[in-house]
T-cell receptor, first 116, second 111 residues
Framework: DGGITQSPKYLFRKEGQNVTLSCEQN?????MYWYRQDPGQGLRLIYY???????QKGDIAEGYSVSREKKESFPLTVTSAQKNPTAFYLC???????????????FGPGTRLTVL | GENVEQHPSTLSVQEGDSAVIKCTYS??????FPWYKQELGKRPQLIID?????GEKKDQRIAVTLNKTAKHFSLHITETQPEDSAVYFC??????????FGPGTRLSVLP
């Protein structure tokens, strides 16, 4: 299960607070992703990054922000603008997506965020 | 963009029976189709995948079939065991880009 880690495992936030979820990988993967998973639901893409200093919005980016200053790290900030942030957040990474490789995504263990 | 549907949403089988989960996709450019298993509170883990240049792939009790013409692919689990109980997600991707996941199937294997 090593290679991609997330912290903390559980996070509690008061309404109106920003919180940052950590995601680190030592797999030398270029691409990293953030997903949100609600109970009984599938995975919805929040943001993804295919290279350092570049990232793209996914399907549900509103109320979230990211940075990609290092290849190994892709932190996600849940801002106060996210109206319903309670969910399970999963980070993933993969080798460079491209036109000649089929690269699976490897997932971190997840962070469960609860808004009090 | 790509849209992936998955059925059924829940599936209960008796131990030892087979389970089949089906997914359809919309984008004909998709060529990589992984299946992930997620146990309660844990991360999704890849269990099998298939590329568009093959129609079937098998790994012990797990197999995946792909019909490119109809744009659907299926996961088959034979001789189910209690430890197979989990949520299974299919996904479609173009060379590992732009993954789109299905909504998941909760499989329960009854003793």
């Amino acid at each position: 299960d090593g290679g991609i880690t997330q912290s903390p495992k559980y996070l509690f936030r008061k309404e109106g607070q920003n919180v940052t979820l950590s995601c680190e990988q030592n797999l030398n993967h270029d691409a990293m992703y953030w997903y949100r998973q609600d109970p009984g639901q599938g995975l919805r893409l929040i943001y993804y990054s295919q290279i350092v200093n570049d990232f793209q919005k996914g399907d549900i980016a509103e109320g979230y922000s990211v940075s990609r200053e290092k290849k190994e790290s892709f932190p996600l900030t849940v801002t106060s603008a996210q109206k319903n942030p309670t969910a399970f957040y999963l980070c993933a990474s993969s080798r460079t997506p491209g036109t000649s490789a089929y690269n699976e995504q490897f997932f971190g263990p997840g962070t469960r965020l609860t808004v009090l | 963009g790509e849209n992936v549907e998955q059925h059924p949403s829940t599936l209960s089988v008796q131990e030892g029976d087979s389970a089949v989960i089906k997914c359809t996709y919309s984008d004909s450019a998709s060529n990589y189709f992984p299946w992930y298993k997620q146990e309660l509170g844990k991360r999704p883990q890849l269990i099998i995948d298939i590329r568009s240049n093959v129609g079937e792939k098998k790994d012990q009790r797990i197999a995946v079939t792909l019909n490119k013409t109809a744009k659907h692919f299926s996961l088959h689990i034979t001789e189910t065991q209690p430890e197979d109980s989990a949520v299974y997600f299919c996904a479609a991707s173009n060379y590992g880009q732009n993954f789109v996941f299905g909504p998941g199937t909760r499989l329960s294997v009854l003793p």
